[in-house]
């Protein structure tokens, strides 16, 4: 079996960035409109009023102060709040394929390698824009790259579940270079109309280079110690939108076709999973939470973050110890991890080791040690 290592990260920001004030400045509208609407159903009890947003609530529940979004007009438009994005024809790259390509060419440069030096593209992310064919073999036919790619999705866990495919396809043979790439559009899946959600996400992708150390050209990067992937069924984040809805004869509400979850039981029952997950793995590696320098967790709320990290060291963790990323990148689902890691890696010495760990609904867990190689 061969060793395999990420030899290369990259990322993809949009220009467009919407801070808290902005957010809450177009909800308030929107809220104020909606229940004057419906002021006769809200006064006899048919429907509930829409609670009002704030800046001081969206802090003080996620950490979170902003996030880039692909379209910010269409976002802060209270008579839309959803990002405008121009129908492209087949004959042009897909919106995904082309913030992929950016992130994957960044990555490739720092491993040091070229596009046809891959041999397989995984993307993995928490929505897709189509069914078929795979964004993945598109990315790789755009790209110029060699073999196979295929598409897969665990929501906020895309990310760590398409690094142990990667990593097993390497480590067993079927390829030598793969990319995994996490296209997040998550602000095309956001339900911006209510307070409890318009501010949890944000638009980013990532990509990491994973291939054999033997035939790493970069100078530094990081040996793939071991994978782990947990998933436990659970309905508390979900989202229902599919291709048998226009199938179904009963009515959907609009909301159940975006993201939805109950926060506290996600919290209260994630947490734990996640904390339980890195420590047991460490002892698969004769390794205890003394011997992490990194933690580069899911960016998905500040508070679950800094449980997490506080239960696996048993202490509160130095900010290098756990780099937050969220306050301004807001949660990227599967990427959000991966951007943690591509910031806050290049600084850690050889023999430095970290932890690369997502989490989300299913729930799904994932999680990579990793450790800071000169090759």
């Not at 994957?104 to 491993?111: F, H, K, T, V, Y």
């Not at 890195?278 to 967790?297: F, G, K, Y």
């Not at 990227?332 to 600084?347: L, P, Q």
Request: glycine share 8%; net charge negative.
């Amino acid at each position: 079996m061969h060793k395999v290592a990420i030899t290369g990260s990259g990322l993809w920001t949009p220009s467009d960035f919407i801070s808290n004030e902005e957010l809450v400045a177009s909800l308030t509208v929107a809220v104020e409109a909606w229940n004057l609407e419906h002021a006769d159903e809200i006064a006899a009890g048919g429907v509930d009023e829409r609670d009002p947003p704030s800046v001081r609530f969206i802090e003080k529940a996620s950490g979170i102060e902003g996030r880039y979004v692909i379209d910010k007009e269409g976002v802060l438009d209270p008579k839309r709040l959803r990002p405008h994005l121009p129908t492209r024809s087949e004959d042009e790259d897909s919106i995904q394929c082309e913030i992929s390509l950016i992130a994957i060419r960044e990555a490739l440069a720092q491993a040091g390698r070229e596009p046809g030096d891959v041999d397989a593209v995984l993307v993995a992310c928490s929505n897709l824009q189509r069914a078929y064919p795979a964004v993945a073999v598109e990315v790789q036919n755009a790209l110029g790259a060699k073999g196979w790619g295929y598409d897969l999705n665990v929501a906020c866990s895309s990310a760590t579940f398409g690094l142990q495919a990667a990593v097993d396809a390497v480590r067993g043979g079927s390829a030598r270079c793969v990319v995994v790439v996490n296209p997040e559009l998550t602000s095309c899946h956001t339900n911006f109309e209510l307070r409890d959600y318009h501010f949890i996400f944000g638009d980013a992708a990532t990509a990491v280079v994973v291939e054999r150390v033997e035939d790493a050209r970069a100078e530094h990067g990081f040996e793939v110690l071991g994978t782990r992937l947990s998933t436990q069924f659970s309905n508390n984040i979900r989202n229902d939108f599919g291709f048998m809805n226009r199938s179904e004869d009963g009515e959907r509400h609009p909301h159940e076709l975006v993201f939805r979850q109950r926060g506290r039981h996600v919290f209260r029952e994630v947490c734990p999973l996640v904390a339980e997950l890195i420590v047991s793995h460490l002892a698969e590696h004769r390794l205890t939470p003394e011997d992490l320098d990194r933690m580069w967790l899911h960016q998905a709320n500040l508070g679950m973050n800094q449980l997490i990290a506080r239960t696996v060291l048993g202490r509160d963790p130095e900010p290098a110890e756990s780099p937050v990323i969220l306050d301004e990148y807001a949660n990227t689902s599967s990427a959000g991890s991966v951007i943690a890691f591509h910031k806050f890696s290049a600084d850690l010495p050889d023999g430095a080791l970290g932890v690369l760990c997502s989490f989300g609904a299913g729930y799904s867990i994932g999680s990579a040690l990793l450790r800071r190689v000169r090759f």
